[in-house]
């Protein structure tokens, strides 16, 4: 089973600031099949990025993906008040599994 | 557009069985050649993948979840089930069913049902 870690566990900023957000993977990740979702308190996760770095529908492009192998990013470049939420990464390289998520919180 | 809905009970016994459907509405399953997956979420915790059902009724399951788990789907009601046998304490959490990809390389979720707690206690 591919594990992903996610750091930081939760990151402080204030808006307009670049968020950095690191998914690590035990072992390579085929096709960089990585994808990254944002999930507000009480809501269901929604899709950001797939493929490690395709934007989904509907997402600003203040959100980028990138990385490949085992080591992947997913970056916000100025930090809108809605961005503040949990992060998290999942792969589909081999089974599925998820990071334990980065909490993005006001500064 | 697709919606997905989960419903079942609220509250289960220990040692008996989670039963949960989701309701696909805005498109047929058995239109599309996607996979489609139950996740779950433990109060405070992270996500953990539980199983997948592709359109073709193959299934495939967490391999620490597989020996109590099955997937199935009724395609005439468009909808697709979870069963989760031998249920403990630990088995509680919000749980949430998505639409995944058109092929393992594109397995993704996206959308998601916006989720019900199943609560595990006597």
């Known amino acids: 089973e591919i594990v992903l870690t996610q750091s930081p566990g939760t990151l402080s900023l204030s808006p307009g600031e670049r968020a950095t957000l690191s998914c690590r993977a035990s072992q390579s990740v085929s096709g960089s099949y990585l994808a990254w979702y944002q999930q507000k308190p009480g809501q269901a996760p929604r899709l950001l990025i797939y493929?490690?770095?395709s934007r989904a529908t509907g997402i600003p492009d203040r959100f980028s993906g990138s990385g490949s192998g085992t080591d992947f990013t997913l970056t916000i470049s100025r930090l809108e008040p809605e961005d503040f939420a949990v992060y998290y990464c999942?792969?589909?390289?081999?089974?599925?599994?998820f990071g334990g998520g980065t909490k993005v919180e006001i500064k | 557009q697709l919606q997905l809905q989960e419903s079942g009970p609220g509250l289960v016994k220990p040692s008996e069985t989670l039963s949960l459907t989701c309701t696909v509405s805005?498109?047929?399953?058995?239109?599309?050649?996607?996979?489609w997956g139950w996740i779950r979420q433990p109060p405070g915790k992270g996500l953990e993948w539980i199983g997948s059902i592709f359109y073709s009724g193959s299934t495939y399951y967490n391999p620490s979840l597989k020996s109590r788990v099955t997937v199935s789907v009724d395609t005439s009601k468009n909808q697709f089930s979870l069963r989760l046998s031998s249920v403990t304490a630990a088995d509680t959490a919000v749980y949430y069913c998505?639409?995944?990809?058109?092929?393992?390389?594109?397995?993704?979720?996206?959308?998601w049902g916006q989720g019900t707690l199943v609560t595990v206690s006597s």
């Open positions: 998505a639409r995944g990809g058109s092929g393992w390389a594109y397995n993704w979720f996206d959308p």
């Open positions: 999942q792969q589909y390289g081999s089974s599925l599994t």
């Open positions: 493929g490690a770095s």
């Open positions: 805005g498109g047929s399953i058995s239109g599309t050649t996607h996979f």
